[in-house]
Every structure is written in C-alpha cells, then in structure tokens.
C-alpha cells in the first residue's frame, strides 16, 4: 500500500497509508482531498542521475556517459503534490524532466548491486525542473538544477512490488503529453545506480535517487499544470508561477 505524508486539518503532520482516495493513519481515516498532501520523504539529499535514457542524450545533442552522471539538488529543492513551483527570475529556458525516484529505506555505505533491493523502500513521481540558461554554461549544474523548490516530488512511495519492471513513465503540460516512454529504457538500472552512488556516500532514510529522464523534455511557463504519471505509483501534479 502506497505510503504519504500529509498535514491533517487540525494542522498535525502526519504518515499514512493511501487507497483508494482515503489515508489511513494514527486510527483514524481521512479524505485525500480534505488534507493537504507533503512530499513523501524528507530526504538529506537527492542524487540526480543526468542522461539515464540514450534518447534524452540524443534530443540534448549529448553523448551517452560510460557511467553514472551523478549531480545532487539539496533539501531546499523539494516541493510538494500540488505545489506552484517558482521559476527562476530572468531565465528563459527553464525544463521539465519526469523521472522515476528511489526512496531508501535503511542507511546504505558499498552496497553492491546484487544486494540493492533491500534498500529500497519504494518509489515515487520526480520532477527535475532544469534551469537550461545556466545548466549549459557551468560544469556543477548548480545554478541548474539545485534551485529552490526545483524537485517536485510525490505524491505518494509505492511499494517496489507495486512497480512493473517496463513502467510507462507519462508526463502532460496542460493535458497535452510531453514525454512518453517505460522506466524499462534506464540504461544504467536501478541496482547499478545504487551501488556507484554508494561506493562514493552514505545513502540515509529518505534519501532520493531520481533515475533520469526519457526523452520529450520541454519548456516551462507561468501558469503551467504539470502531471507526471508512473505506473503503479499514480501522479504527481504541480503548477508553476513565474516569479
């Protein structure tokens, strides 16, 4: 059963398990439409995966990488199911990316990929908002990819049973469909993510490892409504407002 952090109406917040559009926590039931929904996890940071998909390498003009591209967002990135997601003043090519996210489940040092799965506690919605006007200028991706509020997440950690192996990967700007593609084209998988990211840091609880975008990425604008949906997860909604 899904699992989702959310603020009750008395304003306590609160860890529940979803289905079926009702959350059930602390021996109560609540309607997911008369709370308001957090992010998942609060992790000590997000290991970003760059170029995980050989067609997002091609629509970028980019060479696929002989490993992992790692590159983190920190905690301030996070934002919430239906939050409005402020994009950076002055830019002017500012990104989508759906992505599959990892949550981890235990603290993990040099694990190897054989060992990975028990690690993860489950799976959710990613988006990578990229700021391109500064992404394609430095080499840290910082002014890029670790802005305020640049990691919508959500809405809710899916167990890994809950998870085909070929999930399709969906994401819409105002309904219309931007990328479309199966979490089974990762060219790095998930196991080997894991074991690489961890020969180098500790993961903690929480922790998220978003595993790349497919191809299909595009621009963002004042007043969009993003959807990404991930089979067996379900979807993450968010606007964005131009600030």
């Known amino acids: 059963?899904?699992?989702?952090?959310?603020?009750?109406?008395?304003?306590?917040?609160?860890?529940?398990?979803?289905?079926?559009?009702?959350?059930?926590?602390a021996g109560r039931t609540y309607d997911r439409d008369a709370v308001e929904l957090l992010a998942p996890t609060e992790p000590t940071k997000i290991v970003c995966i760059g170029r995980n998909y050989a067609k997002h390498a091609d629509e970028r003009d980019e060479d696929v990488p002989d490993r992992p591209l790692l590159f983190l967002k920190p905690p301030s990135a996070v934002a919430?199911?239906?939050?409005?997601?402020?994009?950076?003043?002055?830019?002017?090519?500012?990104?989508h990316e759906a992505e599959l996210a990892v949550v981890i489940d235990k603290q993990a040092r040099n694990v190897a990929a054989a060992d990975a799965e028990e690690y993860i506690a489950g799976y959710t919605c990613f988006d990578d908002v990229?700021?391109?006007?500064?992404?394609?200028?430095e080499q840290n991706w910082v002014r890029g990819k670790a802005f305020d509020n640049a990691a919508p997440i959500g809405p809710a950690i899916a167990p890994p049973e809950a998870v085909p192996a070929d999930a399709s990967?969906?994401?819409?700007?105002?309904?219309?469909?931007?990328?479309?593609?199966?979490?089974?084209h990762l060219i790095f998988p998930i196991p080997e993510l894991i074991e690489e990211i961890t020969t180098?840091?500790?993961?903690?609880?929480g922790d998220v490892v978003a595993t790349g975008t497919p191809e299909g990425v595009g621009?963002?604008?004042?007043?969009?409504?993003?959807e990404i949906e991930i089979e067996g997860i379900?979807?993450?909604e968010h606007t964005t407002v131009r600030r």
Do not use: C
């Not at 990967?169 to 089974?184: A, K, M």
């Open 1 to 25: 059963m899904a699992q989702v952090r959310f603020r009750d109406p008395a304003g306590s917040v609160r860890t529940g398990e979803l289905s079926d559009g009702r959350i059930d926590a």
């Open 234 to 236: 379900g979807t993450l």
């Open 169 to 184: 990967i969906e994401l819409r700007v105002n309904g219309e469909t931007r990328q479309s593609s199966s979490i089974e």
């Open 80 to 95: 919430a199911p239906g939050a409005a997601v402020p994009l950076p003043a002055g830019k002017e090519h500012i990104e």
């Open 219 to 226: 621009p963002l604008s004042d007043g969009d409504r993003v």
């Open 130 to 137: 990229s700021n391109r006007d500064d992404q394609d200028r």
């Open 200 to 205: 180098y840091m500790t993961l903690e609880p």
